[in-house]
Nanobody
Framework: QVQLMEAGGGLVQPGGSLRLSCAAS????????MGWYRQAPGKQRELVAT???????SYTDSVKGRFTISRDNAKSTVYLQMNSLKPEDTAVYYC?????????WGQGTQVTVSS
């Protein structure tokens, strides 16, 4: 059974930081590309960042220079370090694992940026 367990969301003031984590089980983690998506109320889910099995990363333009995705294959965990948070970063953040035609999702963690 594949499980992706996100953690680290919460309420933070503008300009603050959070680190999300996603622990995977039931997959050969090192083979999978990993991604973070987010969905704000009334909006479509959007891709935030990805990291492939080789460690190459990509980011959506709105988070470049502020967010960093990383992975620890020994812990089967992917992270999203979020700095200089803005109110428009408020969303439910989802972890995604992908390999060939397979894709799995976590349950999501709420991030709220507000003063």
């Amino acid at each position: 059974q594949v499980q992706l367990m996100e953690a680290g969301g919460g309420l933070v003031q503008p300009g603050g930081s959070l680190r999300l984590s996603c622990a995977a089980s039931g997959i050969v983690f090192r083979l999978y590309g990993m991604g973070w998506y987010r969905q704000a109320p009334g909006k479509q889910r959007e891709l935030v960042a990805t990291i492939n099995s080789g460690g190459s990363t990509s980011y959506t333009d709105s988070v470049k220079g502020r967010f960093t995705i990383s992975r620890d294959n020994a812990k089967s965990t992917v992270y999203l370090q979020m700095n200089s948070l803005k109110p428009e970063d408020t969303a439910v953040y989802y972890c995604n694992a992908f390999f060939s035609s397979r894709a799995y999702w976590g349950q999501g963690t709420q991030v709220t940026v507000s003063s």
